[in-house]
């Protein structure tokens, strides 16, 4: 995400998409530049919407599970280092656009790397924790709204 970038037409049709119920979940992008690159493109296609952090209370938090925790979910290449963070992303962010109904249409999982969870969810070397967290956030909400 980090390297995105949406010229008019797809912003456009990003918008057109997520406004007639769509869902995005961006992933596995971290620190200071690539949010910045991000940022650029989502402004693009959403110049007069907010990205907000996602509150504890918000329904993608609450589908089927209830999530309580808010740990920093890595790709499997930090973990082999030790770490959880790359780049200059050491704190993680659950940011979301909402529409007008208070809709979920982003979610945006920021220093982290879902897709590395999920990827190595067989893999012993990658914590389980980590994993089943990554399954419940946002993909039970994708399949259900």
């Known amino acids: 995400m980090g390297n995105w970038y949406l010229d008019d037409m797809e912003a456009a049709q990003l918008r057109e998409y997520l406004l007639r119920g769509g869902f ?79 809709r979920l249409m982003v979610a945006i999982n920021f220093n982290m790397d879902l897709g590395d969870a999920w990827e190595h969810a067989d893999d012993p070397r990658y914590p389980e924790p980590m994993t089943a967290l990554a399954y419940r956030f946002a993909v039970i909400y994708a399949m259900t709204h």
């Open 24 to 102: 995005l979940m961006v992933d596995d992008f971290h620190g200071t530049r690539e949010w910045a690159g991000f940022l650029e493109s989502m402004k693009r296609a959403f110049p007069d919407r907010p990205i907000l952090e996602i509150p504890d209370s918000d329904e993608v938090l609450h589908v089927l599970y209830d999530l309580d925790q808010r740990i920093q979910i890595p790709g499997i290449s930090p973990i082999m280092r030790g770490r959880t963070w790359e780049r200059d992303g050491t704190m993680p962010h659950w940011r979301g656009v909402y529409d007008d109904d208070g």
